[in-house]
């Protein structure tokens, strides 16, 4: 059963690629004077295709607490694996920041080029300078940018530091922070959401994806504003959700409701 769930999953995951990735070709082609309303059109497609991708792979979300943000915001959350991105994809309009490496692989690469991904390389200053500044100019620009400050994948068992350089672009802009918990709910211990250590990115999809259902809490908190250092911002962040992230434990989760904004 596992492998025909992963086959049909599969297709129908390729089916959206397909489908959303012309589209997005098409808008960025005849929208490319109209930077805005570009990036608005490719964020709602973004959208369309986290939430399509988690119905495929019956990814059940449940999302407590809302943005309450009218302007842009950078959302910070703690990671746990690739699956991340479809959560937060169908919760959120909204652009990532992702490592350099993803920019080259195949199809993938150029989807997350379409989606308007800020490509950073930690390890070369003169990245995380630009990093910054593009970031802060899309939060001017009244779009969300999402952001994992562990700086990568983790075991899922406790929320690590997060690094602070990504709260610059917020303190910047004038922008506020929005902290978002992801926690991930089935009989794995890791979850199957988590991407260990030694595992290829396709070796983790296919166990995701012979998985039957995988149930996800998203927990939404209010803006962290009004703080000029970045550190503090980064703590405060780190705080809240790690509190959460242990209280939530032994939560149950059933719902599928995911919109936010």
């Not at 497609?45 to 399509?52: A, M, N, P």
């Not at 607490?65 to 991340?84: K, M």
């Not at 200053?125 to 593009?134: A, L, P, S, W």
């Not at 149950?252 to 904004?261: F, I, L, T």
């Amino acid at each position: 059963m596992g492998y025909f769930r992963l086959i049909y999953r599969l297709a129908g995951l390729a089916v959206i690629q397909l489908v959303l990735g012309l589209i997005a070709l098409v808008a960025t082609a005849i929208l490319s004077p109209f930077q805005r309303t570009r990036r608005a059109v490719i964020a709602f497609l973004q959208k369309l295709w986290g939430r399509l991708c988690c119905r495929v792979m019956n990814i059940r979300i449940q999302c407590e607490g809302t943005t309450g943000n009218s302007g842009g915001a950078l959302l910070v959350s703690n990671h746990i694996g690739s699956v991340d991105i479809f959560v937060l994809a169908a919760c959120f309009h909204v652009s990532f920041v992702s490592k350099s490496d993803v920019r080259s692989w195949p199809v993938i690469g150029l989807l997350t080029r379409l989606a308007g991904t800020i490509f950073i390389d930690r390890a070369r200053k003169t990245q995380v300078i630009g990093m910054v500044r593009e970031i802060s100019d899309r939060l001017r620009a009244g779009f969300h940018v999402a952001v994992f400050p562990e700086g990568g994948a983790t075991p899922g068992n406790q929320v690590e530091h997060f690094k602070s350089s990504a709260f610059e672009a917020a303190v910047q802009a004038g922008s506020s922070v929005i902290p978002v918990m992801i926690r991930y709910y089935d009989d794995g211990e890791p979850s199957v959401a988590c991407w260990p250590e030694g595992i290829t990115f396709m070796e983790s999809m296919i166990r995701l994806l012979k998985h039957p259902r995988l149930n996800v809490l998203v927990w939404v908190f209010p803006a962290v504003t009004g703080e000029a250092d970045r550190r503090i911002m980064a703590d405060k962040s780190q705080a809240l959700i790690s509190k959460k992230f242990e209280e939530t434990k032994a939560s149950p989760v059933g719902g599928s409701s995911v919109a936010v904004e």
